[in-house]
């Protein structure tokens, strides 16, 4: 540290930013000082400012990007998110068993712990031809009611595929998945191919014929890879207000983009806006984690107390149960503690030349209509998180993305074609962290670039922009989108 700066500061104020900077957190003086910004305006790229996250940010670009706590989360706090990050990484196991905190597993389930599908709290991707099963994947089960068009839990398998199950209890199925090539072509005559999965379900609990869509009109089948779980305390602390001020349901400034919110039923029966899930049908994250406890290890909880068994799984129903319920409040609250305040990585070479062409063009294709760079977060709970300057490339808003991307599942206020805003905060560290370049819902886009030719509907005027820009200009802006 400058020895001016040094002299200006406590002994405890300097043993904590010390501390922070071993623990690969923000530069000392970007902890003590704010940081350059350029505009308030939130469709503006911040030139010069690589606070992702504000004075939450860390300044950490190897495999553990995205497993780092806010840089200004208090010492006293530090505690509660280890406790939490142990949680996160614990295999849980089959009941009874000798450390019964930690048992209750299933009895049918995707992984046997969180970050077997976030791991090293980053982003799933599909299975490769070589892997038997989905490991950081998921498949969304439905049956939509014919008079209401509104989707209900599949009455055999529940409202997802659990293909892993414990000792005597039969499995649901195994996923499968096969691609077809979609090939295109830039205004430059630069040739592309993308590939559209198609999914069926082989070898299922019930009957012999593999659930497919195509042969059952009833079947929704909708894909979801494993999201990272970092800056999620500080999209809860975006305020509600500016939520409404972005959305605009009926397209009145003319722009051809019209984000909705999605209006979900909380437990105490209030309306209250969705932001967590692909689709915002999530209000918070301690429901966000009761339900994946549930849903992919099986792991009840006061918020989901019923096991994941449907009427037809006796042996399901007949399972050793790990206690009532098997996560408790604690564990629950500690887990949501250590969600809320896993920091989000600084921007990368924010001055290069380069990256600052990338994110004009970014801008001047409309991207920032949806990914809106920069925001200011509210009050929240955890200090740490409140009034924070930052940028995680989001409205958290419902856009309707067009029919190649559809999966057909309403869920909540949210249609069959629309999925929420995907913050792009990280998103260049993916192959760093978890060693694929695998985006998108169902991880189909095979890089950045596919990721964006496959968006539709609302972006389809981005989209078909981007398509006529030159070669330099694409990649100056997939170089910008890899430095976030």
């Known amino acids: 540290m400058l020895p001016f700066f040094s002299r200006l500061l406590s002994f405890k104020t300097r043993t904590r930013l010390v501390l922070f900077a071993l623990l690969g957190c923000v530069p000392l003086l970007a902890l003590a000082l704010s940081g350059g910004a350029s505009s308030d305006d939130d469709r503006s790229v911040r030139v010069g400012d690589a606070q992702s996250g504000g004075l939450t940010t860390v300044f950490v670009t190897n495999h553990d990007a995205f497993a780092r706590p806010l840089a200004n989360l208090p010492m006293t ?9 142990k949680l996160f990484n614990t295999n849980w196991v089959e009941a009874p068993a000798s450390v019964h905190s930690l048992d209750g597993l299933g009895p049918v389930f995707n992984r046997s712990s969180c970050s077997g599908c976030h791991m090293r709290d980053g982003r799933g991707r599909p299975p490769e031809p070589s892997e038997p099963q989905m490991m950081s994947m998921l498949l969304r089960l439905s049956h939509l009611d014919p008079k209401t068009g509104a989707a209900l839990p599949h009455p055999d398998y529940g409202d997802q595929l659990n293909p892993f199950a414990i000792g005597g209890v039969p499995p649901e199925g195994h996923a499968v998945i096969r691609y077809r090539d979609i090939t295109g072509r830039y205004a430059d005559g630069t040739t592309y191919t993308l590939h559209a999965p198609r999914y069926r379900i082989e070898a299922p609990l019930f009957g012999t014929e593999p659930l497919d869509p195509q042969s059952d ?67 918070s994250l301690r429901q966000q984690n009761a339900g994946a406890a549930l849903g992919d290890i099986g792991l009840t909880s006061s918020l989901r107390p019923n096991e994941n068994c449907m009427p037809r799984q006796t042996a399901c129903q007949k399972a050793t149960s790990g206690g009532t319920p098997e996560l408790s409040d604690t564990q629950l609250d500690k887990l949501t503690f250590y969600t809320q305040t896993l920091a989000p990585p600084a921007r990368r070479d924010v001055n290069d030349a380069t990256i600052i062409q990338g994110g004009h063009i970014f801008e001047r294709l409309n991207c920032s209509g949806c990914h809106r760079p920069s925001v200011k977060t509210g009050d929240s709970p955890i200090p740490a998180l409140a009034h924070q300057q930052i940028q995680p490339f989001t409205d958290l808003l419902l856009h309707d993305m067009g029919e190649a991307l559809a999966d057909h599942r309403p869920d909540g206020s949210a249609t069959g074609r629309e999925w929420r805003t995907a913050p792009l905060w990280g998103i260049g560290l993916v192959p760093t962290v978890n060693h694929h370049t695998r985006y998108l819902h169902d991880g189909r886009a095979r890089s950045i670039e596919e990721a964006i030719l496959w968006h539709g509907g609302e972006a389809e005027a981005s989209t078909a922009a981007f398509k006529k820009i030159t070669l330099k200009e694409r990649e100056d802006l997939l170089a910008f989108l890899n430095s976030l």
Do not use: C, H, Y
């Not at 959305?247 to 105490?268: L, Y």
């Open 77 to 85: 706090d530090l505690r509660q998110f280890t406790f939490g990050n």
């Open 217 to 283: 009109p009833q079947l929704v089948i909708s894909p979801r890879v494993a999201p990272a779980v970092f800056g999620l305390g500080l999209l809860a602390a975006i305020p509600q207000a500016r939520l409404r001020e972005w959305a605009d349901p009926e397209d009145r400034d003319g722009d051809g983009i019209s984000g909705r919110m999605n209006w979900i039923t909380d437990t105490t029966g209030q309306k209250q806006i969705g932001r967590f899930g692909w689709k915002a049908n999530v209000v």
